[in-house]
T-cell receptor
Framework: NAGVTQTPKFRVLKTGQSMTLLCAQDMNHEYMYWYRQDPGMGLRLIHYSVGEGTTAKGEVPDGYNVSRLKKQNFLLGLESAAPSQTSVYFC?????????FGSGTRLTVV | GQNIDQPTEMTATEGAIVQINCTYQTSGFNGLFWYQQHAGEAPTFLSYNVLDGLEEKGRFSSFLSRSKGYSYLLLKELQMKDSASYLCAALTDSWGKLQFGAGTQVVVTP
């Protein structure tokens, strides 16, 4: 099925551990975004990419890194996880005004 | 700064009408989105307004006034499945960055 696929769906990390969240889209979209969603705060933009090989910081980039080596994949990395990074992470891709969101990754840092 | 305000929660009876208001103040503005999000799921697109006025799509309608920084989503003939969070989001620049409100939880009662 066409769309945006996020892996993993759930993960529990210990403080200080690292991990990478993968977002893959098969719609040939140029633009991709990583958001985090916390209770009472709505979705906040972490990083985004306007094309293969490009990335830029969003509203809350600290503690995260990203890479877009291939057009279809947008990776979000946490080098040293902190409890404040406990959240639900959504990836989205865009063409024109149409955004497609992935089903989310629920991350808990203990 | 950037600010998107919407009520936290609204309750309505099955078959009734509910109007969710959203006010926004953003440094740039290229349109206003409404998304529906069921618990544990990804946001799904409901509407996009870039010009002033009302757009109707089945049971859902969305209104925008750019001069007032105001939008509303109107849900008619409420059904139990409409119980969800409704997200207001402003498109703030040409890179496609969205600024989200915290969401309005709509509870539909029998």
């Amino acid at each position: 099925n066409a769309g945006v696929t996020q892996t993993p769906k759930f993960r529990v990390l210990k403080t200080g551990q690292s991990m990478t969240l993968l977002c893959a889209q098969d719609m040939n979209h140029e633009y991709m975004y990583w958001y985090r969603q916390d209770p009472g705060m709505g979705l906040r933009l972490i990083h985004y990419s306007v094309g293969e090989g490009t990335t830029a910081k969003g509203e809350v980039p600290d503690g995260y890194n990203v890479s877009r080596l291939k057009k279809q994949n947008f990776l979000l990395g946490l080098e040293s996880a902190a409890p404040s990074q406990t959240s639900v992470y959504f990836c989205a891709s865009r063409q024109s005004y149409g955004y497609t969101f992935g089903s989310g990754t629920r991350l808990t840092v203990v | 700064g950037q600010n998107i305000d919407q009520p936290t929660e609204m309750t309505a009876t099955e078959g009734a009408i509910v109007q969710i208001n959203c006010t926004y103040q953003t440094s740039g503005f290229n349109g206003l989105f409404w998304y529906q999000q069921h618990a544990g799921e990804a946001p799904t697109f409901l509407s996009y307004n870039v010009l002033d006025g009302l757009e109707e799509k089945g049971r859902f309608s969305s209104f925008l006034s750019r001069s007032k920084g105001y939008s509303y989503l109107l849900l008619k003939e409420l059904q139990m499945k409409d119980s969800a969070s409704y997200l207001c989001a402003a498109l703030t620049d040409s890179w496609g960055k969205l600024q989200f409100g915290a969401g309005t939880q709509v509870v539909v009662t029998p």
